[in-house]
């Protein structure tokens, strides 16, 4: 369609994906070195005549890879094919060793999935045309400014060679939100597969596909005719690495796109890079074509058969399911069952602590307290997995009416996270056992003895004076007394 005719016409955003996932594998893709990058790591130490492309150095296909992707096949309820094969994908670029990329073309081992996502409430499915094996390239340092500006380029080749999935949605997304929704989602379960670690630098990056159709062309499902779609000119956006970066980058482009239109400019059909910084998307080239990059069979991979092997590959419970799971079996509210299962680690230490005690102190000790104190510290589950016990003495102590919730809260537990203590070693240090009914019926005859005046203004009816009471009983007591009890006790002593 001409810019003239697509100016006149309501405009609706077209938006497909390309995720490139790292696998959470011990060693790379085709070689024994290691993938586990630490941040202070020395550049090209992860390196070998492989992922070096030295000649002569032949590929071997990691296993843990090939189960990471059939488990993501799984989860997105995908075909998983029987028998699968690797191409090389040929361009030169200083990250690339070999001058050639070992991906998947023809035949990539997962296609036809889809993953649903609820936006503002609405459930969309998003189609997930293939999902392929591949491997990731090195990365580059630019010294002293930018891509366009650097003095000069280092290259490292640590991250060459690591697992990548790279997942290529149908142009399905209607608006940079369902981006967004997408991402969480995908990386939620990714998450729960344990293929993946969002914590790692550049474990996701994306490169989304920008057009403008015109609004009457998209159905009432939200399908667009495919002659629309491969009749739009669209921008390929590059180098995205966060939910909130996709979600911007794509918010700028429906702008600059809308813009050219209103002008009677057509959109040049191109690839752009996102500067996050800048928060622009730049021109970076035309359009690669994929018979730009001279596609052929990897004759040292010989084809991957994963028949009968597939079917022993199993998946854990997933996200949504869980969540449903969890609304039924603990008669959690929606609120409550997303928070519990935000993560499979969450979920699992919920679980847990639930077949200990009842669900419901469980749920509100979990998903309330112990989730927001760790927040707080900027820790995670993962700090405290392995102090399930010392948590659930925690909650024993609490049900067993051995302390107050309020020093359960406000002293005990935050005195485990912060020091890594247990909880009867914080009730002994910090004396916090309630106090015994003898003590607290003394406090209550001291306390009543002690103030005639307010005793004087109980009996005329001032509300505040048995307030007052109770807070010296309170602070007699250190704390530790009950307030309810407390307030029965004065109430009962008072009107005898
Ligand atoms: P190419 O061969 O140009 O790489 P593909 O068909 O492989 O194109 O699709 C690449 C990506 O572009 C996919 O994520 C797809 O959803 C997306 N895409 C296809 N058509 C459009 C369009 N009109 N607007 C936006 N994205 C699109
Ligand atoms: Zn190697
Ligand atoms: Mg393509």
Same mark, same amino acid.
């Given at each position: 369609?001409?810019?003239?005719?697509?100016?006149?016409?309501?405009?609706?955003?077209?938006?497909?994906l390309e995720v490139h996932v790292q696998l959470e594998t011990d060693t790379k893709i085709f070689c024994g070195c290691s993938i586990e990058a630490a941040d202070d790591e020395e550049p090209n130490t992860r390196t070998c005549p492989v992922c070096l492309g030295l000649p002569g150095a032949l590929p071997v296909l990691n296993e843990a890879a090939v189960e990471s992707a059939v488990k993501i096949g799984k989860a997105i309820?995908?075909?998983?094919?029987?028998?699968?094969?690797?191409?090389?994908?040929?361009?030169?670029?200083?990250?690339?060793?070999?001058?050639?990329?070992?991906?998947?073309?023809?035949?990539?081992?997962?296609?036809?999935?889809?993953?649903?996502?609820?936006?503002?409430?609405?459930?969309?499915?998003?189609?997930?045309?293939?999902?392929?094996?591949?491997?990731?390239?090195?990365?580059?340092?630019?010294?002293?400014?930018?891509?366009?500006?650097?003095?000069?380029?280092?290259?490292?080749?640590?991250?060459?060679?690591?697992?990548?999935?790279?997942?290529?949605?149908?142009?399905?997304?209607?608006?940079?939100?369902?981006?967004?929704?997408?991402?969480?989602?995908?990386?939620?379960?990714?998450?729960?597969?344990?293929?993946?670690?969002?914590?790692?630098?550049?474990?996701?990056?994306?490169?989304?596909?920008?057009?403008?159709?015109?609004?009457?062309?998209?159905?009432?499902?939200?399908?667009?005719?495919?002659?629309?779609?491969?009749?739009?000119?669209?921008?390929?956006?590059?180098?995205?690495?966060?939910?909130?970066?996709?979600?911007?980058? +794509?918010?700028?482009? =429906?702008?600059?796109?809308?813009?050219?239109? #209103?002008?009677? @400019? *057509? %959109?040049?059909?191109? /690839?752009?890079?996102?500067?996050?910084?800048?928060?622009?998307?730049?021109?970076?080239?035309?359009?690669?074509?994929?018979?730009?990059?001279?596609?052929?069979?990897?004759?040292?991979?010989?084809?991957?058969?994963?028949?009968?092997?597939?079917?022993?590959?199993?998946?854990?419970?997933?996200?949504?399911?869980?969540?449903?799971?969890?609304?039924?079996?603990?008669?959690?509210?929606?609120?409550?069952?997303?928070?519990?299962?935000?993560?499979?680690?969450?979920?699992?230490?919920?679980?847990?602590?639930?077949?200990?005690?009842?669900?419901?102190?469980?749920?509100?000790?979990?998903?309330?307290?112990?989730?927001?104190?760790?927040?707080?510290?900027?820790?995670?589950?993962?700090?405290?997995?392995?102090?399930?016990?010392?948590?659930?003495? +925690?909650?024993?102590? =609490?049900?067993?009416?051995?302390?107050?919730? #309020?020093?359960? @809260? *406000? %002293?005990?537990?935050? /005195?485990?996270?912060?020091?890594?203590?247990?909880?009867?070693?914080?009730?002994?240090?910090?004396?916090?056992?309630?106090?015994?009914?003898?003590?607290?019926?003394?406090?209550?005859?001291?306390?009543?003895?002690?103030?005639?005046?307010?005793?004087?203004?109980?009996?005329?009816?001032?509300?505040?004076?048995?307030?007052?009471?109770?807070?010296?009983?309170?602070?007699?007591?250190?704390?530790?007394?009950?307030?309810?009890?407390?307030?029965?006790?004065?109430?009962?002593?008072?009107?005898?």
């Amino acid at each position: 369609m001409t810019a003239q005719a697509l100016q006149q016409r309501d405009l609706a955003v077209v938006i497909g994906l390309e995720v490139h996932v790292q696998l959470e594998t011990d060693t790379k893709i085709f070689c024994g070195c290691s993938i586990e990058a630490a941040d202070d790591e020395e550049p090209n130490t992860r390196t070998c005549p492989v992922c070096l492309g030295l000649p002569g150095a032949l590929p071997v296909l990691n296993e843990a890879a090939v189960e990471s992707a059939v488990k993501i096949g799984k989860a997105i309820d995908a075909d998983v094919a029987e028998e699968t094969r690797f191409h090389r994908k040929n361009y030169y670029y200083p990250d690339l060793p070999k001058n050639f990329q070992i991906t998947q073309y023809d035949a990539p081992i997962c296609s036809d999935g889809s993953l649903e996502v609820s936006v503002e409430g609405e459930r969309r499915e998003i189609g997930i045309g293939r999902a392929h094996l591949e491997e990731d390239p090195g990365s580059l340092q630019h010294e002293g400014g930018n891509i366009e500006t650097a003095d000069y380029s280092l290259v490292n080749y640590n991250r060459a060679g690591t697992p990548l999935m790279e997942i290529v949605t149908e142009p399905d997304f209607r608006g940079p939100g369902e981006v967004r929704a997408f991402l969480a989602k995908l990386e939620e379960v990714l998450e729960y597969l344990g293929v993946f670690d969002a914590s790692r630098d550049g474990s996701l990056r994306i490169d989304a596909n920008i057009s403008l159709v015109p609004a009457d062309e998209v159905g009432e499902d939200g399908d667009v005719d495919e002659d629309v779609l491969a009749d739009a000119n669209r921008t390929e956006v590059k180098n995205i690495s966060s939910h909130k970066g996709a979600e911007q980058a +794509l918010a700028y482009e =429906v702008t600059r796109q809308k813009n050219a239109v #209103k002008r009677g @400019r *057509e %959109v040049e059909q191109e /690839t752009r890079h996102w500067d996050e910084s800048r928060g622009i998307t730049v021109s970076m080239r035309s359009k690669e074509e994929e018979k730009d990059y001279r596609y052929f069979r990897e004759a040292d991979l010989p084809p991957l058969r994963v028949s009968d092997w597939k079917e022993q590959i199993s998946i854990p419970e997933l996200p949504d399911a869980r969540r449903e799971r969890f609304r039924e079996e603990y008669a959690l509210d929606a609120e409550a069952a997303s928070k519990l299962t935000s993560t499979k680690s969450v979920a699992d230490f919920f679980e847990d602590v639930a077949d200990r005690f009842d669900a419901d102190l469980a749920a509100t000790w979990v998903a309330d307290d112990l989730l927001g104190e760790l927040n707080y510290r900027d820790m995670g589950i993962a700090d405290v997995e392995d102090r399930l016990d010392e948590f659930a003495r +925690l909650i024993e102590l =609490v049900a067993a009416d051995e302390i107050t919730e #309020k020093n359960a @809260r *406000e %002293v005990v537990l935050r /005195t485990m996270l912060d020091e890594g203590l247990d909880p009867d070693a914080v009730v002994d240090r910090e004396d916090l056992g309630k106090a015994g009914d003898e003590a607290v019926v003394a406090a209550v005859e001291e306390a009543i003895d002690e103030n005639p005046d307010a005793v004087e203004d109980y009996h005329a009816g001032e509300g505040g004076a048995l307030n007052f009471l109770v807070g010296q009983v309170m602070s007699k007591t250190g704390g530790s007394a009950d307030p309810g009890t407390v307030n029965g006790l004065l109430r009962e002593r008072l009107e005898a």
